[in-house]
């Protein structure tokens, strides 16, 4: 078996080191230290993606909080739409029930909106909603060609 020598002399006074290592014990330090160099290695790329995913993460979390920012101001600018639509039907409610008194106490006819909700607006109209057709006429009628 093959012995390898490291002699280590040191520069002036001092004694001379010898370090005597097997061709076997070599062999098994390479496989050791190429094995440990792959792992750092291995372990070096883990850390390079790590950081790489880590700006990513970051980026989309400012991202998702601007995002989160705005739903919440579009949310506040809904819910304030909505308290003025409400603001704006109970007005008109309120306005409209005025509107029902004064003609109640003035004795005048109902408006058009009261009417046709209840009612239809003429006897063609009350006669076409029975049919299940539109109020006008054909067009090859000559009730049409008179209008």
Do not use: W
């Amino acid at each position: 078996m093959k012995r390898f020598t490291l002699v280590i002399v040191p520069e002036g006074i001092g004694q001379v080191r010898r370090f005597g290592v097997s061709e076997r014990d070599l062999k098994r330090l390479l496989v050791i230290g190429a094995a440990a160099g792959l792992v750092f290695l291995l372990c070096f790329a883990h850390y390079l993606i790590l950081r790489g995913q880590m700006a990513e993460f970051t980026r989309v979390r400012a991202e998702a909080e601007h995002v989160r920012a705005e739903a919440e101001a579009v949310r506040a600018e809904l819910q304030s739409r909505a308290e003025e639509r409400q603001h704006v039907a109970d007005d008109l409610a309120r306005i409209q029930e005025f509107e029902r008194r004064v003609r109640v106490i003035a004795n005048l006819p109902r408006t058009g909106v009261e009417r046709t909700a209840e009612e239809p607006a003429s006897p063609r109209v009350r006669h076409a909603a029975k049919r299940g057709r539109h109020a006008t006429p054909p067009i090859d009628t000559p009730a049409a060609a008179s209008t």
